[in-house]
Each structure stands twice: as structure tokens, then as C-alpha cells.
T-cell receptor, first 117, second 109 residues
């Protein structure tokens, strides 16, 4: 019963070559999030969508963009990957955007590990 | 966002209870306390959350101090599958998770 699916699980790209990571969900949740997790560090929120409304974290580099064409899919685009962008990228969903909601549990996918050569 | 302090690592013997502490002395009155864990090579998963009262679910219990400046996640019987990094995350307003350094739990067979 896959709920949050990330493809591919492993992605290799070249320095400066645009890359797109994908996430899909079968939960019909309103909110989708992208996190970056570098080696031995905690996940760091990049941005989220509430339906079609996009919210970028203040310190997310401009190099990172996102698209959400429909409820089920969300994409992370890295326009010009640098060596420092090598990381695990985690997609998550939740029904609610409010921390105090009973439906605020976030469901994470398995992640895509990005290698930049 | 409230700052959290957790031990870097803890060990537990299998089948024994584990108490994972978290200090969040700057928490605001409306911050919920969320716990997530991340098993090796997996995305994080929700464990439990609460506001003021102690909370129980099938995975764990959450004990929240009366002054709300600290909380303790309790795993009643640790199994090998519970070996993970445990994150304590105060949240208010938007449901965005700002992960701290967490506690790496090792379960000894």
C-alpha cells in the first residue's frame, strides 16, 4: 500500500545539469512538502504546497523550484545542481496545514538520493 | 520556533522501556509537541504529538511536563525495529516541521 511514492530512489546528475525529482501520493492530501537531508544531518524543509498555493522557506535557494500540476503529483526541479546539492530529498504529505489539527500527521516517502558528479 | 535539546544518543536493551527526553524551554503556549522518528535509510515517520496532557497511542506514550518546558517519549518495550533517530519538534501555526538534531537510539539485543 504505497502512500507516498518517490521516483527514482537514486538519481545521478552532472554538475549544472537540470534534474527533476518526482513525488506522488495516493492519500489525496491537501499539503505536499519537500525536504532536503544531507548526510548525517536532520531533514530541512524547502517548501510546501497547500493545494496550488506555494510557500517557499526564506532560506531555500533560488536554484530549487517546485511544481504541483494536480493533487497527486509534486515535482522538485533543481535548475543547476552543484556539488553541495547532493542529498536525500524527501517528499511528505499531510491533510492539514495547521499544527494543531487532528490531521497534521505528515507521511513521508522513502526519499530520492541525489548524487552530483 | 522553539529550540529543543535532546541527547545525541541513547542505548536500551531489547524489551526494556526507553525514556527519550526533550527540553523545549522556549516553547510557546500554543506549540504542539510532535515526535517523529527516522529509521535507517527511510523517511521520517510520525510517532505521537500532544499539547498539555499526556498522550498514548499504539506506538508510544508522551509525557509532557506541567510547565511544558520538557517532554519525554516513552517506548514501553524497545524492539530492534525501534532503533532510529527520534526528533522532538514543537510546532505552532503552520504544520511545517523544523527538525533538530534528534536522539539516535540504539537497541541492544
Amino acid at each position: 500500500d504505497a502512500m507516498v511514492i518517490q521516483n527514482p530512489r537514486y538519481q545521478v546528475t552532472q554538475f549544472g545539469k537540470p534534474v527533476t525529482l518526482s513525488c506522488s501520493q495516493t492519500l489525496n492530501h491537501n499539503v505536499m512538502y519537500w525536504y532536503q537531508q544531507k548526510s548525517s544531518q536532520a531533514p530541512k524543509l524547502l517548501f510546501h504546497y497547500y493545494d496550488k498555493d506555494f510557500n517557499n522557506e526564506a532560506d531555500t535557494p533560488d536554484n530549487f523550484q517546485s511544481r504541483r500540476p494536480n493533487t497527486s503529483f509534486c515535482f522538485l526541479d533543481i535548475r543547476s545542481p552543484g556539488l553541495g546539492d547532493a542529498a536525500m530529498y524527501l517528499c511528505a504529505t499531510s491533510r492539514s496545514l495547521l499544527a494543531q489539527s487532528a490531521y497534521n500527521e505528515q507521511f513521508f516517502g522513502p526519499g530520492t538520493r541525489l548524487t552530483v558528479l | 520556533d522553539a529550540k529543543t535539546t535532546q541527547p545525541n544518543s541513547m542505548e536500551s536493551n531489547e524489551e526494556e522501556p526507553v525514556h527519550l527526553p526533550c527540553n523545549h524551554s522556549t516553547i510557546s503556549g500554543t506549540d504542539y509537541i510532535h515526535w517523529y522518528r527516522q529509521l535507517p535509510s527511510q523517511g521520517p515517520e510520525y510517532v505521537i504529538h500532544g499539547l498539555t496532557s499526556n498522550v498514548n497511542n499504539r506506538m508510544a506514550s508522551l509525557a509532557i511536563a506541567e510547565d511544558r518546558k520538557s517532554s519525554t517519549l516513552i517506548l514501553h518495550r524497545a524492539t530492534l525495529r525501534d532503533a532510529a533517530v527520534y526528533y522532538c519538534i514543537p510546532q505552532t501555526g503552520a504544520n511545517n516541521l523544523f527538525f533538530g538534531t534528534g536522539t539516535r537510539l540504539t537497541v541492544i539485543p
